[in-house]
């Protein structure tokens, strides 16, 4: 989803990504069985909790894949297990470090262990906490200066009180997040097994991001991919790894699993899996041919369009983002390859 800066503000002020088209989800974020012991709670990306988030009942406790956006939708995910199972949560699985995944992580106890990949961990510490700190400095800065303002407008009074009240609203909504970095981490894969069930926790490599972990459950053949897979819809491509994107989904569908869960949109099949890696297969045979003739990026983005079969999937207005992506990736990847200066022979002395 967006950078940890853009998501957070947008979450807190209301104003989240708005899906353009396509079939509604349930905003209430239902929780759906998708086997014995394995959860899905399958939200709307402009309500409140963002991103899908899903829950697995071990032996004697839960392992949680992703918390979504706040805390406050954290705790609706919490008291969805806790309706499910009177078993402890023992582990947490970010995906990956974007904060519509993780800023829920608070709401789940200090016993808990939280898992991601070790790449994960470092954006979690290097981007999502300094851009909280950010945003934080720049709304409690404009307070300060509306306040200000109030004291020297009669005129606009209203407007101004108003606009106090709703960056007040985002202090302190701010000020209760408690962003909790991972403290296991994992650089290819991790398992967790008891007598009811296995669990791997796998980096097959990158794509949303360059730390995105996945969940695959051998025996009920279900994979929670987190934002590897946006089912029906355009990816957020601000962190990604576009070309490797596309070798990961296509390792991913070697496993033997029927269900992928995605990070944003319902659940899905193999078939919706493949619909997605051609998504962006066909972004890369659309933007490569104009690359290789030298068009510039302003004239590459005013001459693609979504492909027609596209058109239904929501956030259309991810795309100009996603050929940006490709564009520069195909960029880097043909200097790459291109033969370096041929160095000048060197006369013996006679």
């Not at 402890?88 to 808990?112: A, C, E, I, K, M």
């Not at 669990?199 to 279900?222: A, C, K, M, W, Y």
């Not at 569908?253 to 051609?278: E, I, S, W």
């Amino acid at each position: 989803m967006p950078s940890p800066a853009g998501l957070v503000v947008a979450l807190l002020f209301g104003a989240v990504l708005v899906a353009s088209g396509g079939p509604a989800l349930d905003e209430g974020g239902e929780v759906t069985n998708l086997a014995e012991g394995v959860y899905v709670r399958v939200v709307r990306p402009d309500g409140p909790a963002v991103s899908n988030a899903g829950f697995i009942v071990l032996e004697s406790e839960v392992l949680v894949y992703d918390t979504h956006a706040t805390p406050e939708a954290g705790q609706t995910l919490l008291s969805a297990i806790v309706a499910v199972t009177s078993k402890p949560v023992r582990y947490l699985v970010n995906s990956h470090f974007h904060p519509d995944h993780t800023h829920g992580n608070q709401v789940f106890g200090t016993p808990t262990l939280i898992l991601s990949s070790t790449n994960a961990r470092r954006d979690v510490l290097q981007k999502d906490v300094p851009a909280m700190n950010r945003s934080l400095e720049v709304a409690q800065s404009q307070l300060a200066r509306l306040r200000r303002e109030l004291q020297r407008d009669r005129e606009r009074q209203a407007s101004l009180r108003d606009q106090i009240r709703q960056r007040q609203e985002f202090v302190d909504r701010m000020s209760k997040i408690k962003v909790l970095p991972p403290i296991l981490t994992l650089d290819d894969r991790l398992t967790i097994k008891d007598s009811t069930r296995e669990i791997q926790v796998l980096h097959v490599g990158s794509g949303h991001t360059d730390g995105d972990v996945i969940l695959f459950l051998p025996r009920e053949r279900i994979a929670f991919l987190g934002d590897l897979f946006f089912n029906r819809a355009l990816p957020n491509t601000q962190d990604s790894f576009l070309l490797p994107w596309i070798a990961t989904l296509g390792a991913i569908l070697k496993l033997d699993a029927d269900v992928f869960v995605p990070g944003h949109g319902p659940v899905g099949n193999r078939d919706q899996l493949k619909q997605f890696l051609g998504y962006l297969d066909d972004l890369k045979a659309s933007v490569e041919p104009k690359v290789s003739r030298g068009d510039s990026m302003e004239q590459v983005l005013r001459e693609t369009q979504v492909p027609a079969k596209y058109a239904s999937f929501d956030f259309q207005n991810f795309f100009p983002a996603n050929v940006q992506r490709m564009y520069i990736e195909l960029k880097e990847l043909r200097a790459s390859q291109a033969p370096g200066p041929v160095p000048k022979a060197v006369k013996k002395k006679p």
